[in-house]
């Protein structure tokens, strides 16, 4: 399968102001490039990329006065394939997990553990440990929250979108990555490119979107709370402990968005 996918962003800002933009696709999806992925600036501004603590690739510039036009478009080879279902998959003891995904059980900007797990125990304490029990937090999360781009809020939390019970991708995504974090499940948060492909098109404005990551039986495995259904054509452009780490975009100064759109879609024909 292939898939066309990029994005149209604008930003205004009063003086010249440095920008991250976390805009690239996952060094592990580059190699199915089969047009460049180019970030283009208009004006043009210089530009340098390095990779986070993540493993992400970043992007580097200052942003001049007036309006920054950044433009990307590329084709994408995919196996069209859905996510891969794993119900086997075992829940690893904490002292047995690797050094490198205990970052992932701890408490983020995002995701107070803190605040939740008290909640967490006596949903989930009785379920089986394992696949089986970060698909009930899942399940538990998709019902309990209210999807709407109205209830959009940068700032709302994995706790706050637990009593608000409203939001839009990312506040699924948190709420069920601090529930998985909760119960000792290291979970991570992802963001891409997520088309309506194999899925009935919906009339709602194309978006990047937000779902996670969870470490059962020595690998990673995808879930997404929103749509609580595998899904085909996911285009990863970031992992991180929340949306902290994989913001689209991070202005030291004032920058506001000017222009926003992406696209994803099938090529067929």
Same mark, same amino acid.
């Given at each position: ?28 999806? /580059?190699?199915d490039? &089969? ?6 600036? *208009?004006? !043009?501004?210089?530009?340098?990329? %390095?990779?986070? =603590? ?29 996510? /891969?279902?794993?119900? &086997? ?6 002292? *047995?997990? !690797?050094?490198?995904?205990?970052v %992932?059980?701890? =408490? ?8 939740l ?20 937090? /899942? ?21 706050? =979108? ?108």
């Amino acid at each position: 399968m292939l898939i066309r996918a990029g994005y149209d962003i604008a930003f205004n800002a009063p003086a010249p102001t440095p920008l991250l933009l976390m805009l690239n696709l996952h060094p592990e999806r /580059v190699a199915d490039l &089969q047009t460049p992925e180019t970030m283009r600036f *208009d004006p !043009p501004v210089p530009a340098s990329d %390095y990779t986070d =603590g993540f493993g992400n690739r970043c992007t580097r510039v200052v942003a001049p006065p007036g309006l920054l036009r950044i433009t990307n478009q590329f084709t994408i080879a995919d196996s069209g394939e859905p996510d /891969v279902q794993t119900p &086997q998959a075992r829940q690893i003891a904490v002292e *047995d997990l !690797p050094p490198e995904v205990l970052v %992932y059980l701890l =408490g983020s900007r995002y995701c107070e553990t803190d605040k939740l797990s008290d909640t967490a125990w006596s949903l989930f304490g009785q379920v089986p440990p394992g696949w089986a029990r970060v698909q009930a937090i /899942v399940e538990y999360v998709h019902d309990r929250i209210t999807f709407g781009y109205e209830f959009a809020r940068a700032t709302r939390t994995a706790y706050e =979108g637990f009593i608000e019970r409203q939001g839009v991708c990312r506040d699924f995504a948190h709420l069920a990555v601090a529930l998985c974090r909760c119960m000792n499940i290291p979970a991570r948060y992802c963001t891409g490119y997520l088309g309506d492909i194999g899925v009935p098109a919906s009339d709602d404005p194309m978006d990047f979107s937000a779902w996670f990551d969870v470490y059962l039986d020595g690998a990673w495995h995808v879930f997404d709370a929103r749509h609580n259904h595998t899904r085909i054509g996911r285009l990863l452009m970031a992992r991180g402990r929340d949306a902290t780490d994989v913001a689209i975009s991070t202005a030291f100064g004032s920058a506001w968005l000017a222009g926003f759109e992406v696209t994803t879609y099938e090529i067929t024909g």
